[in-house]
Every structure is written in structure tokens, then in C-alpha cells.
């Protein structure tokens, strides 16, 4: 599993956009941008504003995760496709910790690189994949729905792939935006 944080996010468009509401302008200053935002988003609870910071992060890890992730309709995806990519590389699968699963899921993979190597074709093929093939995504989050998203997923009554993925999403942020976010972490961090 891996977590990398692809753009550079910026809370200036979050601070137009309260400056816009309350007629204000914008504040140049980081630090008055930072007092305003944390007023007016997390404490007045304005969080629409929010929408306009996007976090774009690349992600490697289970199809468990990635099946996790898209019920979180506030975002956009990118997936890498099975379907035009199985034959090209390695297949990883994404260890349990249980060793009969673990054992298990080995098996399924030499019976998969059969198939492959048989000819048969990656459309039929990716049929076999398990929940813990490992593929690689993009996803694009506003900051409203990755507090949401956050909030959910690194409860502790989320599944453990999708809260160690959602842990390292906040471990990747900024330091200058995770004050957006340091309320809505809810396992420890990792």
C-alpha cells in the first residue's frame, strides 16, 4: 500500500470564497487566512467553502479499498485498468496477516499467471482477480469530502485496509492544511 499526495493544495480559493460570502476579500496572510477558515469553516460549521481546496493522491493498494473508497460519491477516480493491464506486469496481492488467506490468495495468483501465460484474455482473466489485487488509482478529494471521508474511515469500525489507506492520506497532507483535518482522525496515527 501507498499514499502520495500529487498536487499542492492551496486554502487561498477557500479563503476567497469566505471573503466572497461575507464581503470581505481575501486575506494575503497566512496566518489571517488560517484564523478565518478555522472560524468560519470548522467553527461556524460554513463548510461549503471547503469545496473549493482539492488533495489529489495517488494510491496503491487492495481492490477492498479501492471498492471502499468509491462509495465515497464526493470524489473523482482514475483507475488503472485490469482489463488493458493484467499481462503487463506483476500481480500483488495484498497481505492479511492471516497466514491461511495469505496462503490461499498465493495459490490464486499461480492459477491466474496460468491463465495468462495460456493466452487466455485479460477481459476474461481479471474475472479472478480477489479483493486484495493491488491496483493503482487517483483519487480527488475537496477538503469537505475528505473530512468526511476521513471521519469514516479511520474509525475503528472501518475495515483495517481502508483505515491504514485513509491514515496515510492524512500522514501525507501538509502540516499548513492538517489542522482542516486533525478532529475528524479517529484511530491513532499510524
Not at 481492490?63 to 465515497?72: D, F, G, I, Q
Request: aromatic share 10%; charged share 30%.
Amino acid at each position: 500500500m501507498t499514499v502520495k499526495l500529487i498536487n499542492k493544495p492551496t486554502l487561498d480559493y477557500v479563503d476567497w470564497a469566505i471573503g466572497e460570502c461575507y464581503g470581505k476579500g481575501c486575506y494575503n496572510n497566512l496566518d489571517a487566512q488560517k484564523k478565518r477558515i478555522e472560524k468560519v469553516a470548522l467553527k461556524l460549521k460554513h463548510s461549503s467553502v471547503l469545496e473549493f481546496a482539492e488533495f489529489i493522491f495517488e494510491i496503491e493498494a487492495s481492490t477492498k479499498v479501492l471498492l471502499e473508497m468509491s462509495r465515497h460519491r464526493v470524489a473523482s477516480y482514475a483507475c488503472k485498468s485490469s482489463r488493458y493491464t493484467l499481462n503487463k506486469g506483476e500481480l500483488v496481492f495484498e497481505k492479511t496477516g492471516d497466514v491461511d488467506i495469505d496462503t490461499t490468495l498465493e495459490e490464486l495468483k499461480d492459477i491466474i499467471l496460468e491463465h495468462i501465460e495460456a493466452g487466455k484474455s485479460n477481459e476474461l482473466t481479471s474475472l479472478l482477480l480477489p479483493q486484495a489485487y493491488q491496483y493503482r488509482w487517483v483519487a480527488k478529494f475537496n477538503a469537505r469530502s475528505l473530512k468526511n471521508f476521513l471521519a469514516l474511515r479511520t474509525d475503528k469500525s472501518a475495515h483495517f485496509m481502508i483505515r491504514e489507506v485513509a491514515l496515510e492520506m492524512y500522514s501525507v497532507l501538509p502540516d499548513e492544511v492538517k489542522y482542516l483535518f486533525k478532529d475528524d482522525i479517529k484511530s491513532p496515527i499510524i
